[in-house]
């Protein structure tokens, strides 16, 4: 079992984590493709003031509500008496919530992030998510990373469409957004100059290191005069190894004191920051974070296993935070967080919780409006309120947040080629 699968995941997720969703020879064709929508869009112009976008997607569906407790709403402790975790006001020793307001709190877990929370940026938004209500791990996520639910006939990814619909940061960077993944993320698919990489400090053509050199030599010779966007392709794709390999990824030594956790993600999140302060131009970077589908021995408490992976998740993006984004007065990056769905309201009987609907998702930076939790009226926990007897309701479509992102951070009005068929409501998630 890999460190991003659980023992309690249902077969379908553990399938998807698996196999991926996209092969790399694939998605290097998808990210080559011209949308036909994109003679008709103004190419957002470049800007040092953009800033560079870092996306994860937690897979498996990841139970909110043991990350940001609603516990105000006394129901959270009626239909939860052995996973929840006590009131940040409750006697005695053990596990507490960490107040974020007077109705939410972090678990022991994800305490990390609250300096982050404190200094007013990082934001958290609760009943959230897609408002196509499949609780298939493959069809929820592949919605989600299309930015349009329920159309088969979309093949690129919402951030993919952001990249093919604004001007480099760098006119002749050969990178300018990588997943840390085996195949390209759907969310990536469509996007120009994008490749897989999950180990940028180690990315190079297979085979012996003595004969690099030769490889190199000859992909140029046998590629280079090929049709496009074969030579495209292949020329960005050597251009990267050499580009990568003159950063020195893996001798990277973060500043402020951050130290990332020896875990994959951990590693990955280091990686990114080293890329963002090469500054080569890469503008986006995506990466999956698994095993959040815990049907079973969910474990919430100190010393369980979703207490020790929201502490992995929070530890390695308190450290990116420290590293790369607290204390500095540029605009710099932002980080988005998502999942497919959440999970049940109420426990089940093996200690774990089943597939849901709203959830929780995060967006860091120090132009985000953070330091509060956001959402569109809180639903409510009591039978009556419940989607279907069993779920918090979605009352706040998560586009609504990346849009806004999208528009002000990153500076690319195309809002309706990003997200096609869907208005955005802004609901100032970022700063002026």
């Not at 992995?312 to 769905?341: C, H, K, P, R, W």
């Not at 997200?419 to 802004?426: A, S, V």
Request: aromatic fraction near 8%; charged fraction near 15%.
């Amino acid at each position: 079992m890999s460190e991003h699968e659980h023992e309690g995941g249902c077969a379908e997720y553990n399938e998807v984590s698996r196999r991926g969703f996209l092969g790399t020879a694939g998605a290097v064709a998808i990210s080559s493709l011209l949308p036909t929508w994109l003679p008709r869009v103004v190419m957002a112009q470049s800007s040092s003031s953009r800033d560079i976008i870092v996306s994860v997607f937690l897979s498996g569906g990841v139970d909110g509500m043991s990350m940001v407790a609603p516990y105000g709403d006394p129901a959270y402790y009626t239909w939860r008496p052995t996973i929840n975790i006590a009131r940040p006001d409750a006697a005695g020793a053990g596990a507490k919530l960490t107040a974020l307001d007077n109705f939410f709190g972090f678990s022991p877990g994800m305490a990390p992030l609250y300096p982050a929370y404190q200094a007013g940026d990082l934001l958290v938004v609760h009943a959230t998510g897609s408002v196509n209500n499949s609780r298939s791990h493959f069809d929820a996520q592949r919605y989600m990373e299309l930015g349009k639910p329920a159309d088969q006939n979309v093949v690129t990814g919402w951030l993919g469409r952001h990249l093919a619909t604004v001007s480099p940061l760098k006119a002749n960077t050969s990178l300018r957004a990588l997943g840390l993944t085996n195949g390209l993320p759907l969310t990536l698919a469509g996007g120009p100059k994008t490749l897989p990489i999950p180990t940028p400090g180690n990315f190079t053509i297979g085979g012996s290191g003595t004969t690099a050199t030769a490889r190199a030599q000859f992909m140029a010779a046998n590629y280079g005069d090929a049709l496009q966007p074969v030579s495209a392709n292949a020329l960005d794709t050597t251009n990267t190894i050499a580009l990568l390999a003159s950063i020195n990824i893996n001798g990277y030594a973060p500043r402020q004191g951050a130290v990332y956790p020896n875990s994959g993600f951990g590693n990955q999140l280091k990686s990114a920051a080293a890329l963002i302060k090469a500054d080569v131009g890469v503008e986006a970077v995506h990466s999956f974070y698994g095993g959040w589908d815990t049907h079973s021995a969910q474990g919430t408490a100190p010393g369980g296993y979703m207490h020790l992976r929201m502490t992995d998740l929070s530890s390695s993006l308190a450290a990116f935070y420290a590293d790369v984004i607290q204390g500095t007065t540029a605009n710099g990056v932002t980080v988005v967080i998502v999942s497919e769905f959440g999970r049940n309201a109420k426990e089940n009987g093996n200690n774990g919780t089943d597939h849901g609907r709203g959830n929780v998702m995060y967006a860091m930076g120090k132009k985000i409006a953070g330091g509060r939790v956001l959402t569109n009226g809180w639903p409510g926990l009591a039978q009556e309120n419940l989607e279907q007897g069993q779920d918090l309701r979605v009352t706040l479509d998560h586009r609504d947040v990346l849009a806004e992102i999208v528009q002000n951070r990153l500076l690319n009005p195309n809002i309706a080629a990003i997200f096609p068929g869907y208005t955005p409501q802004f609901r100032a998630v970022t700063k002026p």
